[in-house]
């Protein structure tokens, strides 16, 4: 057989393995796609219900008798906030169910809407007192996170007795019962009560975090690479800390939580639960990342452009500043941000600083106490409420949401600063 | 099918009349030549580099003279970039590279302690191999080493110095509507001369070229060939090349490098037609390198 004949025969062969090495690739990336479209599916489909909240519509009675006030009197602001507003959503309750008299009926009546609800109404009337003196006002009321879930989810638990169920459906005949776009969910921070429960607090306290990481990170980071790239000399303590920040990149990020409540809370007396000690723990968990993609990019700084500098007479110092970091920017920029994805997505070393207590305020600063996004869907996600699965859901996807921005943003920066050579 | 096997070509056979110079291949040995000159530009003296273990150039000495064109020439791994690049000490930038031998720049030790490699290098300009623009626009490719050196006092000043010096690089032309546009987006012959007016606009002594035209164009080579004679006039220049015709059309003498050892150096006419080496002639004919 002579030699093209050999290889026709073998170029069939060639052809098939190459075709099937494409396949693979192929159900490799379809299966990928699928188990990402399933996630995202999930998560979606049980985040929506987090986004629209249960109201109810009551017929507050304000006028002078019954709020038991001289219609003479100033209405300060004392007087304001003192007023039993309770007592006032209990009343409109009763009014709007005339025929509930008996005592356990009225208790679980009255559980329709949220504990929370004197306080949206407080707050309505302090910025609107000249409603004060009507004989009512029409106001819609949160419902309570179980009267929430049976009527958006149509599912009945244990937790919503027979009783209620009829009232929702009064309420529905009335069309005194709806959905409205969930504000609560991104002006409030955690809450015992689902419906009263928001991620504002995590959202700030993870903007603390992540400022703190961000600003220790990055100046370190690059600083360090520059200098282990371009200037530190070669020897066996060059070796030791580069073996050994390769090494970090590898540790569990729970160990460096241990190691910020030893040395940062224990040793220097920094406050619990704070973004600064937050910060601190992920600066050191994100630095090898940065340093390592650093050295990387400043690496592929082609040696012309640096030998034309020197050339030219630009010393050593020069020459990394105004040609080697310029062009190793989209590098270094692509590893800081996917370093500050990743400690934007971080639990475990929180959980060992504090960041995982229930802290209802807002955090102003970095001393404040704070829980995180990442944190917060962990504590969620592990309340018995029904109504916090959504929530749970929810969160996951802002979190999805900030990741996939930070990430479209290292893209479009790599491509702004990307220069061809 | 199996291919013809075509007979070897038969050497062709030198009939030399004079008795060439064998050079012996131990540590020990001498320059043929005058690779010593009066009142040299540049002079070097017993120098020798090693690049860790390797000992790269061996013992060699060599003179540049003022506003001359000195080309290096030899088979590749010779030695010749090497001792170019030691010439602005731009060696010092590899850890491993060792310098030893004496090394003045008019009468100026540069290998002395008291020498700032910074300023040697404003002194000794070098130009590459391979055209290495910064990716930055021509304007400031140009103005970058004035920039650093503070040459220009205000804007007009450097506006000046970068359109002088692309005309003496012969560029200013081709590009002067479009200073702005980066200078990698440049023709490949474009870009060395972009390279030429980067070094000569500091105002360097000596001009260190290095294959300058090795990638280019037969075109783009003889634009770069007729500017080294014309920076003649102003500058010095070493120039180490692989094309023999590059060497006997651009420069005045001619450095014969084999193995990291200066063999022989004399005026380039001499040296493309009447070589006193062995080696040598060798090269120039062909017969190996």
């Known amino acids: 057989m002579s030699n093209i004949k050999l290889v026709e025969k073998n170029l069939k062969k060639r052809y098939a393995r190459e075709r099937r090495f494409q396949l693979y690739g192929k159900m490799a990336v379809l299966t990928g796609f699928i188990f990402l479209a399933l996630l995202l599916i999930d998560i979606i489909s049980k985040a929506m219900p987090a986004f629209q909240a249960t109201e109810i519509l009551l017929d507050i009675p304000l006028d002078h008798a019954t709020l038991e006030l001289e219609p003479a009197q100033k209405l300060d602001q004392d007087t304001l906030s003192a007023l039993n507003y309770a007592g006032l959503i209990k009343t409109a309750l009763r009014q709007a169910f005339p025929e509930v008299t008996n005592r356990s009926d009225k208790k679980l009546l009255y559980k329709l809407v949220s504990d929370g609800a004197e306080f949206t109404l407080r707050d309505h009337i302090i910025s609107n007192p000249e409603l004060i003196g009507k004989d009512s006002i029409s106001l819609w009321i949160k419902a309570d996170d179980d009267i929430d879930t049976l009527f958006k989810l149509e599912t009945l638990t244990s937790r919503v007795k027979p009783e209620q169920v009829a009232f929702v459906e009064q309420l529905k005949q009335e069309n005194r019962i709806a959905t409205h776009f969930n504000t609560t969910f991104f002006s409030n921070s955690d809450s015992r009560e689902p419906e009263q429960a928001g991620i504002k607090g995590a959202l700030l306290g993870s903007f603390w975090t992540l400022l703190v990481t961000l600003l220790l990170s990055l100046p370190i980071g690059i600083g360090a690479a520059v200098y282990l790239e371009e200037f530190a000399p070669q020897n066996k303590l060059t070796d030791f800390v580069e073996i050994n920040i390769n090494n970090l990149a590898a540790v569990p990020s ?168 | 099918m199996s291919i013809q096997q075509t007979a070897t070509a038969p050497a062709i056979a030198q009939t030399q009349t004079n008795q060439k110079i064998m050079t012996s291949t131990s540590d020990t040995y001498k320059t043929v030549g005058r690779n010593i000159i009066p009142n040299p530009k540049f002079s070097t003296r017993n120098v020798n580099v090693f690049y860790g273990d390797k000992q790269a150039i061996f013992d060699t000495s060599l003179d540049i003279g003022n506003n001359e ?129 980067r070094t000569i606009a500091v105002s360097p002594e000596v001009i260190l070229m290095d294959e300058p035209a090795s990638a280019l164009d037969p075109i783009a ?62 090269y120039i004919t062909g017969k190996f390198g």
């Open chain 1, 254 to 421: 729970i160990v460096f939580g241990l190691l910020g409540l030893a040395v940062f809370i224990n040793f220097f007396g920094m406050p619990r639960s704070a973004p600064l000690v937050g910060g601190l723990v992920l600066s050191l968990m994100t630095l090898p990342t940065i340093i390592i993609s650093s050295r990387a990019a400043i690496k592929a700084v082609p040696p012309s452009i640096k030998e034309a500098a020197l050339g030219l007479g630009a010393s050593h110092v020069q020459t990394v500043f105004h040609h080697v970091i310029p062009l190793a920017m989209p590098g270094i920029l692509t590893g800081a941000i996917i370093g500050m994805a990743q400690a934007l997505g971080e639990t475990a070393p929180l959980l060992m600083i504090g960041m995982v207590a229930f802290i209802v305020d807002v955090p102003g600063g970095i001393l404040d106490s704070a829980t995180v996004l990442p944190v917060q869907i962990y504590l969620w996600a592990d309340s018995p409420e029904r109504a916090f699965t959504a929530l749970t859901a929810a969160t996951i996807l802002v979190l999805l949401v900030f990741l996939a921005t930070m990430n479209t943003l290292a893209i479009l920066l790599r491509k702004h600063f990307e220069k061809r050579w």
């Open chain 2, 69 to 197: 064109v000195v080309a290096l020439i030899g088979p590749s791994g010779c030695g010749k970039s090497t001792f170019l690049r030691s010439l602005n000490r731009m060696n010092d930038t590899i850890p491993i590279c060792r310098v030893t031998g004496e090394f003045t720049l008019d009468g100026e030790d540069i290998y002395a302690k008291t020498m700032d490699p910074v300023l040697l290098r404003a002194r000794v300009g070098m130009v590459f191999q391979k055209a290495n623009p910064f990716p930055k626009s021509i304007y400031d490719n140009v103005a970058y080493g004035p920039r650093i050196h503070g040459l220009a006092s205000n804007n007009a000043e450097l506006d000046e110095i970068v359109i002088t010096s692309l005309e003496k690089a012969g560029l200013f032309k081709e590009v002067k509507d479009r200073l702005n546009a980066p200078g990698t987006g440049l023709s490949g012959g474009q870009q060395q001369r972009l390279c030429i007016a």
């Open chain 2, 221 to 282: 080579t003889a634009i770069i060939e007729e500017l080294i004679d014309e920076l003649r006039e102003n500058f010095t220049i070493v120039i180490v090349t692989h094309s023999m015709q590059q060497a006997a059309r651009v420069s005045q003498r001619t450095a014969y490098f084999h193995l990291g050892k200066l063999i022989e150096v004399g005026k380039t006419s001499q040296i493309f037609t009447n070589p006193r080496c062995e080696l040598t002639e060798n």
